[in-house]
């Protein structure tokens, strides 16, 4: 079975973009949101090994989505891949609830297999659970 991925972002195109990269590298796409808030409402309904997340989104941002996302699935890594990652590192620790962080400039690809571990790029990957 592959690994499953949720895919948070305000903007349409990353979403896309995001997606058929995960998918051409072996990822199943479990679930899509527009914003913060959707994610929360879809999350219950969903079992994602991996959650990658925007900052900036409306009703609801990134990090305070993180938060919530981290009480309903709380071992599932939650990737930030966004425009203002810079802000974000320059912290001492990341945001609660927060496994990495990834600027959308970026490749993604790197960050997501070292946070779902025995995945290989380009093949199907066993899922964390089995």
Do not use: W
């Not at 305000?10 to 959707?38: H, W």
């Not at 309904?45 to 996302?69: Q, T």
């Not at 609660?96 to 093949?123: H, I």
């Amino acid at each position: 079975m592959l690994y499953r991925v949720f895919i948070v972002d305000d903007n349409a195109a990353v979403r896309t973009a995001v997606r058929n990269m995960l998918q051409t590298s072996g990822f199943e796409i479990c679930g899509e949101a527009f914003d913060g808030l959707d994610a929360v409402e879809r999350a219950p309904e969903i079992s994602p090994d991996l959650i990658i997340l925007d900052v900036s989104m409306p009703r609801l941002n990134g990090l305070d989505a993180a938060c919530k996302l981290r009480d309903i699935h709380p071992k599932v890594p939650i990737l930030l891949y966004t425009s203002h990652a810079a802000v974000i590192r320059s912290d001492a620790s990341l945001p609660v609830g927060v496994s990495a962080v990834v600027d959308k400039r970026e490749n993604l690809l790197p960050r997501v297999l070292q946070l779902l571990p025995k995945s290989d790029a380009g093949s199907a990957a066993p899922r964390a659970d089995q």
